[in-house]
């Protein structure tokens, strides 16, 4: 069994890590970046469309 994976970038402070698709919540609701409290929309902090993408088929 594969394990799926998604990459995040936070907009401000440029902080990138990796997380379970399933650990993640709705991509249209908030998300905090732990680096530097940083709140936008979870599909903000996707790298890429198919990390996105990832997330939306998990949920």
Do not use: H, I, Y
């Given at each position: 069994?594969?394990?799926?994976?998604?990459?995040l970038l936070c907009?401000?402070?440029?902080?990138?890590?990796?997380?379970?698709?399933?650990?993640?919540?709705?991509?249209?609701?908030?998300f905090t970046c732990e680096g530097?409290?940083?709140?936008?929309?979870?599909?903000?902090?996707?790298?890429?469309?198919?990390?996105?993408?990832?997330?939306?088929?998990?949920?």
């Amino acid at each position: 069994m594969v394990e799926a994976f998604v990459r995040l970038l936070c907009p401000e402070c440029r902080k990138d890590w990796e997380s379970a698709p399933t650990d993640l919540f709705d991509p249209k609701e908030n998300f905090t970046c732990e680096g530097c409290g940083t709140t936008r929309r979870l599909s903000e902090f996707m790298r890429t469309e198919r990390d996105l993408e990832t997330v939306k088929q998990f949920q």
